[in-house]
């Protein structure tokens, strides 16, 4: 059973414009969510991440909202660029306790920025 | 210099076959960590190691034994490799174990089991 959800396997989006990012969780006791970028044949590199204590962090053009309620976050880029064309991993944990770190990841959208 | 590399980044392999994957990270982290990702994309954790014990081991088949010389390194053993063993085997090391870490990953050893 899927823990992390990204039900879009892939966007597309003018250069310039927002990127959105959806991901979905339904384990409750995540309380760390990060974001990752993959190009391909590389390793996902981090992008950004957020505590359950918050429910917004932004990072340059990068900002991810939370929203525990809805066990819902999402990744925004503005302006998107062509070299944000990458998969876009989320991910969950457990900040305190649990099984020592272990990241929970969601399947992964492909986004593609067109110039 | 790279912070997480693996060696090889591709292997091609019979059944049957024992093979292993090799990881060292220059971070100077506490915990390391393999993944597979399979053909669904899925990355999944199979291991970790902080400070060379063993933390973590999900339901991975004993086939694979990791070993872990030093908290620097982190190796993959997989003996009898099967068809199903075919993925992409990510290494990753954080600062110490436990949640509320950024993992920093290896660029990933591809492997076909013919």
């Known amino acids: 059973d899927q823990q992390v959800k990204q039900n879009s396997p892939s966007l597309s989006v003018q250069e310039g414009r927002i990127s959105i990012l959806n991901c979905d969780y339904t384990n409750s006791m995540f309380d760390y969510f990060l974001w990752y970028k993959k190009y391909p044949a590389e390793g996902p590199t981090f992008l950004i991440s957020i505590s359950s204590i918050k429910d917004k962090n932004e990072d340059g053009r990068f900002t991810v909202f939370l929203n525990k309620s809805a066990k819902h976050l999402s990744l925004h880029i503005v302006p998107s660029q062509p070299g944000d064309s990458a998969v876009y991993f989320c991910?969950?944990?457990?900040?305190?306790?649990?099984?020592?770190?272990?990241?929970?990841f969601g399947k992964g959208t492909k986004l593609s920025v067109k110039p | 210099d790279t912070a997480v590399s693996q060696t090889p980044k591709y292997l091609v392999t019979q059944m049957g076959n024992d093979k292993s994957i090799k990881c060292e990270q220059n971070?100077?982290?506490?915990?390391m960590y393999w993944y597979k990702q399979d053909s669904k994309k899925f990355l999944k954790i199979m291991f970790s190691y902080n400070n060379k014990e063993l933390i973590i081991n999900e339901t991975v088949p004993n086939r694979f034994s990791p070993k872990s010389p030093d908290k620097a390194h982190l190796n993959l053993h997989i003996n009898s490799l099967e068809l199903g063993d075919s993925a992409v085997y990510f290494c990753a090391s954080s600062p110490t174990a436990g949640g509320g870490n950024i993992q920093y990953f290896g660029a990933g050893t591809r492997l076909s089991v013919l």
């Open positions: 991910a969950a944990s457990r900040y305190y306790g649990g099984s020592q770190g272990n990241l929970i």
């Open positions: 971070l100077g982290h506490d915990t």
